[in-house]
Every structure is written in C-alpha cells, then in structure tokens.
C-alpha cells in the first residue's frame, strides 16, 4: 500500500484449500514467496480469469512482489493467504513497478503499478465473487465523477464512497483501504473500473479526508496486451 499526498470476495469456501485447491477472485488476500504473511508479502488480486490463449491469469499491484522480492528469493511463487495447504499455486509472470516519484503516476506512462500472474488451472477455482464485490466485466471507459465505488481487500475488507477526481490513468474516493488492500478490485454495479493503489488526500462532503487513488483498469490492460504473451487478450471469469 502507497502513500501520496496529492490534492485532488462463485463465493469463497471459508475452509482453507477445500479439496487441496485455492479459491480466488478479486478481492482475495494472495501472498509472495515463502515467508510468513506479512504487510510486505501479502496483498489482494485485483481480477481472475482469462487471456486469448486460455492461461488462467491474475492481474495484481506490481509493487506487492516488487516489495517482497527485496526479502525473499521465492517471491515469484504465489500462494492464496487463506489456503495456504495448497501451496504454490500461481507464478508471477512479470511485474512492472517504476517508483520514480512517492506513488505510481499514471499520467505519465512510464510510472505503471500491475503484475501478471499466471495460475495453475488444476490447483485453483476461479471467483468471479469474493466477499461483497462480483466482477461481471471490465469498464472500457474512464470511471464517472461522483459515483459511487466498492472495493474489497484482504485487510480492510468492503469499503465504498464517491469519485471525487477522475482522470484516464487515476481516480480518487474516500473509500477506505489500508495496508495489504494493494490491487483490491473497485468495482461498481459489478464492473470493474480500477485497482487500490495507496492513500491520497481527497474529500467527503466538502471535507478534507484521506482516501483511497486506484489505478484505471483498461491502461493496465491495454499495456498487457501490447506487450503480449501471458496475459494478453484478458476477460474476467464468468
């Protein structure tokens, strides 16, 4: 989870790797490497599902692993926070994190925060529902100004509030997120418009708040998609 200042959960089983498998969706806890669950190796997928060639991929926050590689040699490995018994059940395939300034700026497009993870069909059950936040489709536009918005986290879990600044790359809210929501799906009326970058300070009924800037879905995607290979050509699981 990033902090800035600028102006402007199919339902999981509660069981952990309920017949040896992961369950994961948007919204679920994924950690990194080996190490025990920590604010530095564990943070939350942001979408599962599809890309042209039929991979099973997840989309996630590119400095989760950016920030674990720093502690473990293992942090490619993925493995579901809550089903910890099936292991190792995805890869990260590339990430991309350029931390020139405090927090991504997607505005310039140099500066992007996402990871491709590619995960093991025969070890994990993809969701399209994880806790209160279903992912129906993907928003192919900029998320409107003042609506409301819902992301689900691993820490924190379901929090909304209005847009209150959008842009093609950003957008801000006061909804609530803390450390280990990194990459929470935002989602309204079950389209998925953004991820949860970090905190940013913003507004709720004309006072000054800290919220949450997410990070625009369709760049992300648009990017993958350039670059081919795993990844590209990606629709959420239906």
């Not at 919220?211 to 959420?236: E, H, Y």
Request: proline share 4%; aromatic share 8%; with cysteine.
């Amino acid at each position: 989870f990033v902090t800035a200042i600028a102006i402007t959960t199919a339902f999981a089983p509660a069981a952990q790797a309920l017949n040896g498998k992961a369950y994961l969706g948007g919204g679920s806890g994924i950690k990194y490497g080996s190490q025990a669950v920590s604010a530095t190796n564990t943070c939350t997928l942001t979408t599962i599902g599809y890309d042209s060639s039929n991979n099973l991929v997840g989309i996630a926050s590119g400095h989760c692993p950016t920030n674990a590689e720093g502690v473990d040699a293992s942090w490619a490995n993925v493995s579901g926070q809550t089903d910890t018994d099936a292991g190792t059940v995805g890869t990260v395939i590339y990430k991309i994190y350029n931390n020139t300034s405090p927090f991504a700026n997607w505005d310039n497009t140099a500066n992007k925060d996402y990871a491709v993870i590619l995960f093991d069909k025969t070890k994990v059950v993809p969701l399209k529902t994880v806790g209160s936040v279903t992912i129906n489709s993907i928003s192919a536009t900029s998320v409107p100004f003042n609506i409301t918005v819902c992301k689900q986290g691993r820490t924190s879990g379901h929090t909304c509030g209005k847009v209150t600044k959008t842009t093609t790359q950003i957008f801000d809210s006061p909804l609530t997120a803390s450390g280990g929501d990194s990459g929470g799906p935002v989602v309204a009326n079950d389209k998925l418009y953004g991820a949860v970058h970090g905190s940013v300070l913003t507004f709720k009924s004309f006072i000054p708040v800290i919220g949450t800037q997410s990070l625009a879905i369709k760049p992300m995607l648009n990017d993958i998609d350039a670059r081919g290979g795993i990844g590209a050509g990606f629709a959420p699981v239906q």
